[in-house]
């Protein structure tokens, strides 16, 4: 099951137990409409609470990654699993955006929320 929020240019996602196909879509369609009316997004997945991920969800996010390669800025994720962690180095293989890992909610939103060198 995921949480969503979104704010101006950052869509939020809180995963708890399985993340699934379903729950990933529903992130799709939110990220798509940011997108489309606001340009570049930041990403936050709150993934702390996760349990398992479905293979298909591994799939469709390097799609949707491959996709949108220009349309993040910065993405954060908060997890303490190593295994979600390899994962996010390997997304940036995929997209232009900044990314990086925290083990602490706070800090993530910190990040997210200095502003860009100029």
């Not at 708890?16 to 799709?28: I, S």
């Not at 996760?50 to 908060?78: I, P």
């Amino acid at each position: 099951m995921i949480v969503t929020d979104h704010q101006a240019h950052r869509v939020s996602v809180t995963v708890y137990g399985e993340f699934t196909l379903a729950d990933y879509k529903e992130f799709e369609e939110l990220v798509n409409y940011k997108i489309q009316f606001e340009g570049p997004v930041d990403l936050l997945f709150d993934l702390r609470e996760m349990v398992d991920a479905t293979l298909d969800v591994a799939w469709e996010e390097l799609k949707f990654s491959r996709q949108h390669a220009r349309d993040f800025k910065k993405v954060a994720v908060v997890t303490s699993s190593q295994w979600v962690t390899w994962s996010a180095w390997i997304s940036q293989a995929f997209v232009e955006a900044d990314i990086e890992v925290f083990e602490v909610l706070e800090e993530a939103l910190a990040w997210l929320d200095e502003a860009a060198p100029a």
